[in-house]
């Protein structure tokens, strides 16, 4: 009798641990998952970088100065909320050029000084731009060459990507006025209108 009432008892403890025992099986702490990618905690900060891209130009004469364009950029961005607003500068080395009959025009230089604002979706930005524009405009004829600075005005939007805490890329469309210029030793009035493709790496203090 008393070997049954052992058994017993064993037998009711076992079947009272089954239960605990699975749902610790079951209810216990979670697989640890592996970290998800380290997003971009904010925008906000100073930032410089490199661009590249192709210029495709009009000016008088039916001249189409295009060509490779590169150069630097830097600025600042504040981000609020999911918006984003900043301020950028660039300067740009190009070999936009193109010849009609014994004229020759050229932008070998140019810069914008912008104003940006954007959304954020987590490390993907967004933004739209506009500002002031300057340039170099050269026009070249029988040997003779005239050398002017424009202004004018800029305009374009973007896709910034960020794929570490301090490195981003982007790829960005830029409108560049250049007000026409009297070339007086030419005869010749003469600006350039601009559009711009280029892709750009920034480094994000």
Do not use: C
């Not at 008393?2 to 749902?23: F, M, R």
């Not at 891209?53 to 008088?60: E, H, L, R, V």
């Not at 731009?129 to 060459?145: D, L």
């Not at 010749?188 to 493709?197: D, K, P, R, T, W």
């Amino acid at each position: 009798m008393k070997t049954t009432t052992i058994s017993a008892g064993l037998l009711a403890a076992t079947l009272l641990a089954g239960p605990t025992g699975a749902a610790d099986l079951r209810y216990g702490a979670p697989y640890q998952q592996p970290p998800p990618y380290a997003a971009v905690p904010t925008w906000t900060g100073p930032y410089v970088g490199v661009n590249l891209g192709y210029q495709f130009g009009s000016s008088a004469l039916s001249m189409n100065p295009s060509g490779i364009v590169g150069g630097v950029q830097g600025g600042y961005n504040y981000q609020i909320g999911q918006f984003v607003i900043g301020a950028e500068t660039d300067f740009q080395f190009s070999g936009a050029e193109d010849t009609f009959a014994a004229y020759k025009f050229s932008n070998p230089w140019f810069g914008t000084l912008r104003g940006r604002a954007g959304f954020a979706m987590n490390n993907v930005l967004l933004y739209g731009t506009a500002g002031f524009a300057y340039g170099r405009g050269e026009v070249e004829w029988f040997g003779w060459s005239q050398t002017k600075t424009h202004t004018g005005w800029t305009a374009g939007a973007g896709i910034e990507v960020a794929f570490t805490q301090n490195w981003s890329a982007r790829a960005e469309y830029l409108y560049v006025d250049l007000e026409k210029q009297n070339y007086t030793m030419l005869g010749l009035n003469a600006g350039i209108e601009s559009s711009i493709v280029r892709f750009g790496l920034n480094y994000r203090f």
